[in-house]
């Protein structure tokens, strides 16, 4: 029987029955500007200072230290042109990355190359993984910055962020982490882990789009990412969203409670998922390591399989993935996190992003596992490339 699965929990998410009951009289009565003076305003200020309060306390950060941005693509562009703006007259135009950061990062690195930046882009290994010992080895007087991704996007691989960020603390480098995807799986605490900034999205935790976050050590200067009025302490002017701040606050809350219960449950799926997919589909592997990864995150290549029909057929089957194949990006390059883990080209076109979260069930699992041989096998007799052979 047909199911509808949603399997695509990394690229955005449901919003939740309390996120959208929080929001709901913001939507309607509560419509204050919460720059008016008059008590509906109030409330609305309330509201958002509430939603600030929620977002500081999951991370341990305090509430003068979160500014509310547009996105989480949004919070990465302002950390590192920020820094590099305040930093550069300093003599500081170098900035530390890995080559697999979400492209909020690589391309404002791109940007800031262009501007005059020197930008180094440490290799990750093959299983998906950057160390401290690299971190150090590359920090030189012109450093201001490095951002590394506390979780990669499409392979689940969590960083040593801790350790990291240790390293930076001690060599006096700011440490900026883009944790849109690490928020809700890890626990973050940006005091104990020496993180001086971090990114955060509303939608990948059941909030809505649109809406993220940038966490700012306090006495960390910032440029004005909006001139305007005096929204956001004077950094980032324009009328607040202010329903999706209270939904983002309500999804932070829930996001960063009971997370070793919550990860557990989802990794025991994913773990089904992976290890049914490996031993049911000849010439498939599994990307990233085992280990440190996301609980939802399940990212399986196949070979002689081209991602963008595997996707269409499982979606004609009720199955929602993605893949870190070319087309639908609008460029023939296959991702650029499977070429950093050394995957070659062909390979890479044929991979499978499946992530799941809370919401996916056991049944869930064994729909995927019921269809996904089946639509292999039918993509890989139409294949010139596939070869058959013996099991
Ligand atoms: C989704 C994502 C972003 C972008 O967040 P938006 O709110 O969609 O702009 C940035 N980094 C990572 C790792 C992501 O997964």
Redesign the pocket.
């Known amino acids: 029987m047909k199911r509808f699965v949603y399997a695509d929990n ?3 998410t449901q919003i939740s029955d309390p996120v959208l009951g929080a929001m709901l009289p913001y939507l309607k009565e509560h419509y204050g500007n919460p720059s008016s003076i008059y008590s509906l305003g109030r409330d609305a200020r309330r509201a958002i200072e509430t939603a600030r309060q929620k977002t500081a306390a999951a991370l341990n950060a305090s509430p003068a230290e979160i500014y509310f941005t ?7 562009n302002w950390a590192l042109k920020s820094t590099l703006e305040v930093l550069l007259p300093k003599g500081k135009n170098h900035i530390i990355t890995t080559n697999f ?5 690589l391309h404002t690195c791109k940007h800031l190359e262009r501007q005059g930046c020197k930008v180094t882009y440490l290799p990750v290994n093959q299983e998906g993984y950057v160390t401290p010992e690299q971190v150090k080895a590359a920090i030189t007087p012109e450093t201001a910055l490095v951002t590394i ?5 499409e392979i689940g691989t969590i960083q040593p962020i801790p350790e990291i960020g240790k390293v930076c603390r001690e060599a006096g480098v700011l440490f900026h982490t ?4 690490a928020v809700g799986n890890v626990p973050i605490d940006v005091e104990a882990q020496c993180i001086d900034m971090l ?1 955060l ?4 935790i059941h909030a809505p ?4 976050a940038l966490y700012v050590r306090k006495g960390i200067r910032m440029v004005n990412l909006l001139d305007g009025g005096a929204q956001e302490r004077n950094h980032r002017g324009g009328t607040e969203n202010l329903t999706s701040l209270v939904g983002l606050g309500t999804a932070m809350e829930n996001a960063c409670a009971g997370i070793p219960e919550r990860a557990a449950r989802v990794a025991r799926l994913r773990d089904r998922l992976i290890d049914g997919i490996l031993s049911e589909i000849p010439c498939s592997r599994l990307n990233g390591g085992r280990e440190q990864r996301l609980p939802g995150n399940v990212n399986i290549s196949f070979e002689a399989v081209e991602g963008e029909a595997l996707l269409l057929r499982l979606d004609m089957n009720g199955i929602c993935g993605s893949s870190g194949s070319a087309c639908t990006s609008g460029s023939l390059d296959p991702s650029h996190v499977l070429m950093a883990i050394g995957l070659p080209h062909e390979i890479a076109h044929g991979s499978l992003r499946l992530s799941l979260n809370e919401y996916n069930t056991d049944e869930d699992v064994d729909y995927i596992l019921q269809t996904l041989p089946g639509v292999i096998q039918y993509l890989r007799a139409m294949s010139p490339l596939w070869k058959p052979r013996e099991a």
């Open positions: 990394a690229a955005t547009g996105s989480g693509t949004e919070a990465d950061e979400h492209h909020a990062i991704m506390y979780a990669n996007n883009d944790a849109v995807q990114s999205s509303g939608h990948k789009k649109g809406v993220g």
